[in-house]
Every structure is written in C-alpha cells, then in structure tokens.
C-alpha cells in the first residue's frame, strides 16, 4: 500500500468495477478490511440495522435524509473512504428518489461517555436524599423552636408597645377596665343598661364624676354636651365622645363598647379633673326629655 492511500482503496484491485451505489461502496470497503457490521457499528456508535439498510441501500429504513446523510459519513470514517464524497453520494441517491423516506423513532447505540457512570448516578440520587431529610427535620425543628419561643414573645410584646404608643388604647377585654365619667362643664347625661334600667340620670356639675358600675350590662349613655364630658378607663383619659354641635344617644360605655370605638385613636395626656359625685337640677336637654323619665 502506497503513502497516503486509505486501506478500502488499496484493497480494491487496480481496474477492478467500482460498486454502483454507496452502500455497496460502504460494503466493499468493510470487507475488503474484515470488518464485520457489527464492528463497524461499535466504531460508529449507530445502530447495526441502520447500517445494514446502508449496505443494502435501503434508504426507506432509514429516520430521515439527515441521518442518512450523517450515517453514511461517519461509517465512511470507519472504514477508510472519503466522508465528503460519500455524503454527496447519498444526496445524490435521495435527490433522484432512489428510495422513498419513511419516518419513525430514531434508535442509536448509547454512549457511555454521554452520560454519567452508573456510580456517579447512585451518589447523587444519596446525596439529594440526604438533603431532603435534612430540609424536612430543618423545617420541623424550626416549628418546634417557633412553639417554644412563642411566650418569650408574648412576654416582650407589651414593652415594644409601652414603647411604640405613649398611651395605648384601653384594652377591649371584657373583663377590665373601670369607666369614670367627669364633667369638665355642666353637662346633662342618662346612664342606663341592657334593659334600659337607669343607672344615673341628671346634669353634673364641673368637676363631679360617675363610676360606671362594672357589672352592668351593656352600660350606654345619652348626653347634651359630649365635649363638656371626660371619659377614663383605668385612670387613662380618652378623647371626647364628640365635638358638642349635637347630642348624643345610646353611646356604649362599657371598656370594651370604649376600646372598639376608640381603638386606633390617640388619648390625651392630661390627667381628668377629680370631685365628688353627684347630681344637678339643670333640665333635661330636648332630645333627651322623652328618655329621662324612664
């Protein structure tokens, strides 16, 4: 064999017909080297019966013109021919219609070299595994931190508001709070519960104040001049019930009725004027006439 002459041509006798089509040229090669398919097809890494349909020119059995195409050069590489020659060759072949193309499913040889070792793929399905357990008990011992650490912040919660708002609110438990009402000027008022029992009715003088009793129910208010009156629970001052351009009817009293009316609003710091009480003879404001009887 002369220098620069592939092995297929230099076993092709001199003057020896050349095969008419390309597979029988990928054939003749093959054999002239003692090549089996099936070693040709471990060199290729493409299925044995794709190169088989070659040799036989069976097109048709092939996926598509671009895999012939592809297929035909590479086993061309294999056994020495030339891969630019024979790829024009298959096109050729495919541009006269030598065999109608079919389509279905490509089936190639896998290589291994593609793809990760059977090993590497045990290790990281370990280790996403061992990473998923160790999210899920993250996850449950922060609930369980979160449950533990839940009083601490209870705890800390009312500094954080001493410290946010001068003078909270009152709170809206039902159970807390004692309501003083103080007239700051002469002013008229009907205290009265659920039932519409009155607990106090008149006009207090500047100065004088009314305890609201704790256990009534639903303690409510009628009065003339809700500006002229102070209204503190647990000794907090709360702002007026009302500028006084009107009267007011059916006011609740009680801490909780205040709290909800009054949740959100900014209470005065001055601290309510204190006196005895009791009770004036003013008249009873129009609005009101109808309900100081009863």
């Known amino acids: 064999m002369s220098e620069g002459e592939h092995p297929a041509q230099a076993a092709t006798p001199v003057g020896?017909?050349?095969?008419?089509?390309?597979g029988g040229r990928l054939r003749a090669a093959r054999e002239a080297q003692g090549?089996?398919?099936?070693?040709?097809?471990?060199r290729?890494?493409?299925?044995?019966?794709?190169?088989?349909?070659l040799e036989d020119d069976r097109l048709d059995?092939?996926?598509?013109?671009?895999?012939?195409?592809?297929?035909?050069?590479?086993?061309?590489?294999?056994?020495?021919?030339?891969?630019?020659?024979?790829?024009?060759?298959?096109?050729?072949?495919?541009?006269?219609?030598?065999m109608p193309m079919r389509q279905h499913?490509?089936?190639?040889?896998?290589d291994p070299s593609r793809g990760p070792s059977r090993g590497l793929v045990i290790v990281a399905a370990g280790v996403a595994l061992?990473?998923?357990?160790?999210?899920?008990?993250?996850?449950?011992?922060?609930?369980?931190?979160?449950?533990q650490e839940a009083p601490e912040v209870a705890a800390a919660s009312p500094a954080a508001v001493a410290r946010s708002a001068p003078v909270p609110p009152p709170s809206p438990t039902p159970s807390a709070g004692k309501v003083v009402l103080t007239a700051k000027n002469e002013v008229w008022m009907?205290?009265?519960?659920?039932?519409?029992?009155?607990?106090?009715?008149?006009?207090?003088?500047?100065?004088?104040?009314?305890?609201?009793?704790?256990g009534a129910d639903r303690p409510m208010l009628n009065i003339g001049r809700p500006d002229q009156l102070q209204i503190t629970v647990d000794g907090r001052a709360l702002p007026p019930l009302g500028d006084g351009k009107r009267a007011m009817k059916d006011v609740g009293v009680s801490a909780?009725?205040?709290?909800?009316?009054?949740?959100?609003?900014?209470?005065?710091?001055?601290?309510?004027?204190?006196?005895?009480?009791?009770?004036?003879?003013?008249?009873?404001?129009?609005?009101?006439q109808a309900s100081a009887g009863e």
């Open 105 to 110: 499913h490509i089936e190639e040889i896998a």
């Open 35 to 42: 090549l089996s398919v099936a070693e040709v097809a471990a």
């Open 130 to 147: 061992a990473v998923l357990v160790l999210g899920i008990l993250w996850l449950s011992t922060g609930m369980f931190r979160g449950t």
């Open 256 to 288: 909780p009725a205040l709290a909800a009316r009054f949740s959100g609003a900014p209470a005065p710091t001055a601290s309510p004027p204190t006196a005895t009480s009791g009770a004036g003879g003013a008249s009873v404001p129009p609005a009101f």
């Open 44 to 53: 290729t890494r493409v299925t044995q019966r794709f190169l088989e349909a």
């Open 190 to 214: 009907r205290v009265y519960d659920g039932a519409n029992k009155t607990l106090f009715t008149g006009t207090l003088q500047p100065g004088q104040t009314f305890d609201v009793p704790q």
């Open 61 to 98: 059995l092939l996926p598509s013109p671009t895999y012939a195409s592809g297929f035909a050069r590479a086993y061309a590489r294999a056994v020495g021919l030339d891969q630019a020659e024979i790829g024009r060759g298959i096109r050729g072949e495919l541009a006269r219609g030598a």
């Open 16 to 22: 020896a017909a050349q095969p008419a089509t390309v």
